[in-house]
């Protein structure tokens, strides 16, 4: 048993704390474009800014390719510019060091290497390297059956993906149908309030911002109180004193 306000403490622990990566005061359980309950838990330890900033800067395997040259940097060896999913040697963008270890899609952190070189990595280190002898037959396989013709990839610029509608890749399309744009919309990081600076939860608002809003201007139904509901009809006040008097 822990007494109220260490474990109202511990739950603010859990929530709210600063971002990896700006330092700036976040709530680690406030959605990010609907998608929280599917974030690591390095990435919900960031900001939307800097997690919008870092996802904007990914670069496709074919950039890669013009930056840093063809070769896999897992294993060293050819990476073919023709070769599609899911065959093993399709080319893929490598975080070096892994997502669920604080890497990001920050473009020194990206690098090309094959698909099943890819796999084979997983979250190990940045430091891990696969020998050559396993994807070299494969290379050879491929170089004997000779090239293939580029497969078609969406419209949208830096997008390796195959077209689902309208020349553009699902993910894409589906933006594009819900915002009008392939961008994804930039949310504030902090409650749009006057004078309030807290890490915002939803709709721009911060949850005591958000809260009064939802509830309005309803008043605590206790006779002579005019203070603001908190909860069932309530004040914070007479609702302590009803939690205080409840048998058992």
Known sequence: MVCRNLARRHADAATHGDCAQCGTAIDYLAPANGTSRRLTPVSKRLCDECRHRSASLYMSADALRRRDGGNCHLCGLLVPATAQKPHPLAPEVDHVLPISRGGTHDPENLALAHKTCNIAKGGRPATWRRDPAEVAP??????????????????????????????????????????????LPQHPTHCTADHCDKPARSRGMCRSHYRKHLIGDKRCAVADCSKQVHTRQLCRRHYQRFLDNRPG
Do not use: F, I
Not at 148 to 163: G, L, N
Not at 171 to 176: A, S
């Open 138 to 183: 494969m290379l050879a396989e491929w170089n004997r059956d000779g090239l293939t013709e580029p497969p078609k990839t969406c419209s949208v610029a830096d997008c390796e993906r195959r077209p689902e509608s309208h020349g553009m890749c699902q993910k894409h399309r589906r933006r594009v149908v819900k915002y009008g744009t392939t961008e």
